[in-house]
């Protein structure tokens, strides 16, 4: 897991945002299922954030830190053939 | 849409664009009321847009730009619901990384996060709003 905590300026006009951190797949063991991201969610509650990837056919779910808003990895949930199916071609309602 | 249901936000790709519509709450219908384009009037952030949010109080909209690896930040008028642009974070400058292809952006129940991801980057962006 990749993790950085920075304070960001951009050339040009400065949004009023502050990067936080990012959570990428990578070689170790977690996170995993990120692999070709394509929505995020999060809960009602703001308790946990949601992503489904389509190259790893996966739902991956996260912690959310109320104070901050930084994520902790929980969960993947994987298609696996002949295990768990209904995943590829996934589309995540908002 | 925003919080108040008065307009409709499109993200358009292949455009580069932003679409901002008016809506009559009791028929549905859309009015057409701007276009916000990529490179025009120091636009950045935008290419081949992919989605777009509007911050629970309706004071800001979000965009994922998924080409130019970026999230752009607009100031949203309530009464008109015109977009006004803030700036953009990109993956790879000033300490920002997790926007490579960025699909998609969500907020959080309150307004005070934003959440990108990105799927070249096989990544999960986290943002904290400043006033």
């Known amino acids: 897991m990749l993790l950085l905590a920075v304070a960001c300026s951009q050339p040009g006009p400065t949004p009023p945002l502050t990067f936080v951190e990012f959570h990428q797949e990578g070689e170790e063991e977690r996170p995993y299922g990120l692999e070709g991201l394509g929505l995020v969610v999060v809960s009602p509650d703001g308790r946990h954030v949601y992503t489904a990837a389509a190259l790893d056919s996966t739902v991956v779910w996260f912690s959310r830190d109320l104070t901050t808003g930084a994520l902790t990895f929980l969960e993947a949930v994987v298609n696996l053939e002949g295990f768990r199916d209904g995943l590829r071609g996934f589309f995540l309602w908002r | ?131």
């Not at chain 2, 629970?56 to 970026?70: E, F, H, I, K, Q």
């Not at chain 2, 990109?90 to 907020?107: P, S």
């Open chain 2, 1 to 131: 849409m925003s919080p108040d249901g008065n307009h409709v936000y499109v993200a358009a790709g292949f455009d580069d664009a932003v679409t901002v519509f008016s809506r009559n709450k009791r028929t549905g219908a859309l009015t057409f009321v701007e276009t916000i384009k990529d490179g025009v009037g120091g636009v950045d952030g935008l290419e081949f847009a992919g989605s777009v949010v509007v911050s629970p109080d309706g004071s800001r909209g979000y965009v994922a730009g998924t080409d130019d690896n970026a999230l752009a930040v607009f100031q949203r008028d309530p009464t008109t619901g015109v977009l006004t642009f803030l700036g953009a974070l990109k993956d790879g400058k000033g300490g920002v990384d997790g926007l490579d292809v960025v699909t998609a952006v969500t907020l959080s129940p309150g307004g005070r996060n934003v959440y990108t991801a990105a799927s070249s980057d096989h990544a999960i962006a986290v943002f904290g709003v400043s006033e």
